[in-house]
Every structure is written in structure tokens, then in C-alpha cells.
């Protein structure tokens, strides 16, 4: 059994976290084993359901409540074999739920992949404003250039104020 700064240390979480993650989902109905001292301590599956919440959470923008419903009736089943008088009364509720978490994994997946292509298409615009950006300053240069070959040749000594632009000495 692990205890909150060993879950937390697994997830790259402060403890502080896991006991907020622990506190929802035990609101839902999850299940987490606590010592005869009321301390409480974590299986392996604990820390799965703890990964799982954690990364519905960045992955959704999910709040943590609505993410540990999610997650908690999506483990519930596994404690069908352990407490089946606790859960018999909630078995449509659980599979409402399980219809909801897929619906909503798929549509994280959507989402996901809409933002590889919209990454993929600002890539290309990025580059495409860079290509334009270094033709803008060929343009310019080019510019400058032609601008100084004009003014050296109508550049007159003060001196020679009196002499047309046409004159040549």
C-alpha cells in the first residue's frame, strides 16, 4: 500500500493534490482503503484512477468534481465483485455513465485531433509569412538601392546651384 506523497510523487503532483483528487472521487461513490488510524492508503489501481482523473483533467479542461464523477463510475464496476449490495441499486446509473465517458473520450479525441491539424496549418501559415517576409525585405533593399543610385546621380555641389540638372560638369 502507498500513501499520498508516494502517488503523488508518481504523478508529479504535490500531496496537497491527491488528497483533492481523493475527496472527489470518494464523493462519487469511489472507494479508498483507510487504516485502522484513518490514514488513508493506496493500491496500484488507486494510482491508475488517480493518472486516469489527472490526465481527463488537462486533456478536457474538465473541473476535478466533474472529472471524478466521470472516473469514479467508470471504476465503480471493479468493486461490483467486492460490495455488490452497494451498487446493485446503481447499475443504469452506471452504465448512463459509462455511455457519457466514452462520449466524452471520443470527443476529447476530436479534439485533440482537430488541434494537430490546426497546429499543422499554422506551421504552414508561419512559414508561408516567413517566405513572404524575406521577399518584403529583397523588395525593399532593392528599393534603397535604386533610391541612393538616384540621389548620387542628381546629387549637385551647392556650388553649382546655377547649372540645369542636365548639365554635366
Same mark, same amino acid.
Given at each position: 500500500m502507498k500513501k499520498t506523497k508516494?502517488?503523488?510523487?508518481?504523478?508529479g503532483v504535490e500531496p496537497v493534490t491527491i488528497r483533492k483528487y481523493c475527496g472527489a472521487?470518494?464523493?462519487h461513490g469511489y472507494i479508498v482503503f483507510k487504516d485502522g488510524s484513518g490514514q488513508r492508503q493506496y493500491s496500484d489501481k488507486d494510482a491508475t484512477v488517480f493518472q486516469?482523473? /489527472?490526465a481527463l483533467c488537462e486533456r478536457s479542461g474538465m473541473t476535478v468534481d466533474a472529472a471524478a464523477e466521470v472516473v469514479a463510475t467508470r471504476n465503480l464496476r471493479s468493486f461490483d465483485v467486492i460490495a455488490p +449490495?452497494?451498487?446493485?441499486?446503481? /447499475?443504469?446509473?452506471?452504465?448512463?455513465?459509462?455511455k457519457r465517458y466514452d462520449q466524452m473520450m471520443e470527443a476529447v479525441k476530436e479534439m485533440v485531433e482537430? $488541434?494537430?491539424? &490546426?497546429a499543422a496549418e499554422l506551421e504552414r501559415i508561419h512559414k508561408r509569412m516567413d517566405d513572404q517576409n524575406a521577399n518584403i525585405t529583397v523588395i525593399l533593399r532593392e528599393i534603397l538601392e535604386t533610391r541612393r543610385m538616384l540621389a548620387?546621380? $542628381?546629387? /549637385?555641389? #551647392? #556650388? &553649382?546651384? #546655377?547649372?540645369? +540638372? $542636365?548639365d554635366s560638369s
Open positions: 508516494d502517488i503523488a510523487g508518481f504523478l472521487l470518494e464523493k486516469e482523473l /489527472k +449490495s452497494v451498487l446493485e441499486p446503481e /447499475k443504469h446509473d452506471l452504465m448512463r455513465y459509462d482537430r $488541434n494537430e491539424r &490546426q548620387a546621380a $542628381n546629387d /549637385k555641389k #551647392w #556650388w &553649382q546651384f #546655377w547649372r540645369k +540638372s $542636365n
